[in-house]
């Protein structure tokens, strides 16, 4: 396992500034996806064991990640669950080596589950990232309060397992605003004092509201919170792209990913969720050389 304190790696340490348990957002911050499961959409089975997580992980911060979130069930359209025993069986190890042999990466558990949230949060996890944004354990707020954690509230229509079944809004953005709004000022009522709001492309929305979405992002900049941007690698951009072949494969939406994620920027995102973390720092750069000079 590489040094995280080498210099190189120091250079992706920038990304964001710990303070405490604290996240500076003043630039934006990248957040590398592991997923320890065999089913993810994208990367569902490349990730065997405690020493491939810990090896893509060193992999992720050299390339320029702030944040690593982890995962133990996927989250995919049609997905099942799986129990709390099999998700902790999946994420703890990996977690139990990961935060203490990279000091200074900020580490989310990505899970709706309160059993498996806590034990990510007695290894020394500093965000809990609920795709459900409190609908299925409210407790999570209390949760994160108590261990001083960042709380990314998602907004989601439905469980994973037929969220894509016919999703439909009066209000797409109205709908989600008002819901991220309620949750966020509930969980501050709850103690939580950094707060992290997604819309959630994807869960629960048909290819025109994740364009909705992500064309009007700065709606949801308004409402106060640091807002994450996640389309890494996901179905709309296979649809947009589709061609007489079909839609657009997993392994060649990088350029659809960089795409999205760039006009995310334009509209104020603070925390990029990415697969492609080389890529998504490339991107990144360029944005900033340009903003600097506006």
């Known amino acids: 396992m590489g040094n995280p304190n080498s210099e190189a790696?120091?250079?992706s340490y920038k990304r964001f500034v710990l303070t405490g348990k604290a996240l500076s957002?003043?630039?934006?911050?990248?957040m590398g996806v592991l997923n320890v499961t065999p089913d993810s959409f994208s990367d569902g089975g490349e990730i065997g064991g405690v020493d491939e997580g810990l090896r893509r992980i060193e992999q992720m911060v050299r390339e320029g990640a702030g944040i690593i979130d982890i995962g133990g069930e996927s989250t995919r359209p049609g997905s099942d669950p799986v129990s709390v025993q099999e998700?902790?069986?999946r994420v703890i190890p990996v977690l139990e080596k990961a935060v203490s042999e990279f000091p200074g990466i900020m580490f989310s558990i990505d899970t709706t589950k309160y059993p498996v949230a806590s034990r990510a949060l007695e290894c020394g996890v500093q965000m809990v990232n609920d795709v459900s944004g409190l609908q299925r354990e409210p407790r999570l707020a209390g949760l994160c309060a108590e261990y001083n954690a960042v709380l990314v509230l998602m907004h989601s229509k439905g469980l994973p397992k037929t969220m894509q079944e016919?999703?439909?809004y009066d209000d797409v953005i109205g709908e989600i605003s008002d819901f991220l709004m309620k949750q966020a000022k509930s969980?501050?009522?709850s103690g939580v004092r950094q707060i992290v709001i997604d819309p959630g492309i994807g869960f629960g929305k048909t290819v025109q509201h994740n364009l909705e979405i992500i064309a009007r992002l700065s709606t949801f900049k308004r409402l106060g919170y640091p807002v994450l941007a996640g389309a890494s690698r996901k179905s709309m951009i296979g649809r947009i792209l589709a061609d007489e072949n079909g839609d657009r494969p997993v392994?060649?939406?990088?350029?659809?990913?960089l795409?999205?994620?760039?006009?995310?920027?334009?509209q104020g995102a603070d925390i990029l969720r990415?697969?492609?973390?080389?890529?998504a720092r490339d991107s990144l750069k360029v944005f900033k050389a340009i903003s600097s000079v506006l």
């Open 166 to 168: 016919r999703p439909e």
């Open 25 to 30: 957002v003043s630039t934006p911050v990248i």
């Open 274 to 279: 990415v697969h492609d973390v080389r890529e």
């Open 9 to 11: 790696d120091q250079n």
């Open 187 to 189: 969980a501050g009522e």
């Open 87 to 89: 998700e902790i069986s």
């Open 251 to 257: 392994n060649k939406r990088l350029a659809g990913t």
């Open 259 to 266: 795409s999205l994620h760039y006009h995310a920027l334009m």
